[in-house]
């Protein structure tokens, strides 16, 4: 495993490729595909929180679901811990998932009406054979108070509880199985921001005391600002920049990143930003446009970038960018 400053890589993702088929017709015959995630690489090492940002439908959570192969990937390769995930079955497979954890967008729909919290949250121990009898109940109450809940609402229904209680649940199962990566899709976009705040510092909390990497998957910069180390930003199914948090928002490089940069809300009424409107739809990922996928709404796009698509190169040390003229802005 590779090491940078001190840290092991825990995680890494070559040419991920992922494509949706599209039938018609009455023997439903595949007619194009949806190219959500197209050829994303990139490296998570331990302790550290990935930003995965980017507008609705730019495949961010695509890239997620496939890494844990609840999506079947189409090309590419992801190592846990240099172990091929992808390769993995039966045994291997699972013993694989029980370290790589996933806390889902909507506390309402992911977790299962039907089930009292304490069987919820006890599911994985269970499958994983982790625990049994007194000692899981106990595990569940210890695992209910860590998440910021009392144990007496183990034997309470999922629609007893406000969504960001049900968000705290969410959390609460993906640690059960005391993971060491969890993938938190958009974990708090759809909760109120107030609620927004206290998630965000739980999880930045349990990261400390379990010592967990995070992949950390939003639509919101503010956000990403807040609990990310690194953020890699995406357009229509590619890694576009990638970067220290520091180094991203202090000097964003591709015209993507800076036009998401610049709808960023300031708190302040008296500061002023020039907000750069780009022109036009995101384009279908059914069919995307040749050379670099932001040209059509680029307002620096030359003929080359028509033609030829950029590959995401370092313009200075451990800073990523995928355009022809990203050292020229």
Not at 33 to 40: E, H, I, R, S
Request: proline residues 5%.
């Amino acid at each position: 495993m590779r090491e940078k400053d001190g840290k092991n890589r825990i995680l890494r993702v070559e040419n991920l490729v992922k494509y949706f088929p599209i039938r018609a017709g009455v023997f439903k015959r595949i007619v194009a595909w949806v190219k959500a995630v197209d050829g994303v690489s990139f490296d998570v090492y331990e302790g550290e929180t990935l930003g995965l940002v980017g507008e609705s439908g730019c495949g961010k959570t695509t890239v997620g679901m496939t890494i844990l192969r609840l999506y079947e990937p189409m090309g590419g390769k992801v190592y846990f811990r240099d172990i091929d995930m992808f390769s993995a079955k039966g045994e291997r497979l699972r013993k694989l998932r029980q370290k790589v954890q996933i806390i889902f967008q909507d506390p309402y729909s992911s977790l299962n009406p039907r089930m009292r919290v304490k069987n919820i949250i006890a599911e994985g121990i269970r499958t994983h054979k982790l625990a049994s009898g007194s000692e899981l109940t106990d595990r569940v109450a210890d695992l209910l108070k860590k998440v910021g809940l009392s144990p007496d609402h183990m034997n309470r229904f999922p629609h007893e509880f406000s969504g960001g209680q049900r968000q705290r649940i969410g959390i609460a199962r993906a640690l059960a199985v005391n993971p060491e990566l969890i993938i938190c899709d958009e974990a708090v976009s759809a909760l109120d921001v107030s609620i927004q705040a206290q998630i965000l510092n739980l999880l930045k909390d349990l990261q400390s005391e379990f010592k967990l990497t995070y992949i950390f998957i939003s639509h919101a910069l503010n956000v990403i600002k807040h609990i990310s180390d690194k953020v890699a930003v995406m357009y229509l199914g590619k890694i576009v920049e990638l970067a220290d948090k520091k180094k991203l928002f202090d000097n964003p490089l591709h015209p993507y990143t800076k036009a998401l940069m610049s709808a960023i809300p300031i708190p302040d009424p008296e500061v002023r930003r020039e907000k750069i409107i780009l022109k036009g739809d995101v384009p279908s990922p059914i069919n995307p446009p040749s050379g670099c996928r932001f040209h059509t709404r680029c307002p620096f796009a030359k003929d080359i970038c028509k033609e030829e698509e950029p590959d995401l190169i370092e313009i200075e040390e451990g800073h990523f960018v995928a355009c022809h003229f990203a050292e020229k802005f």
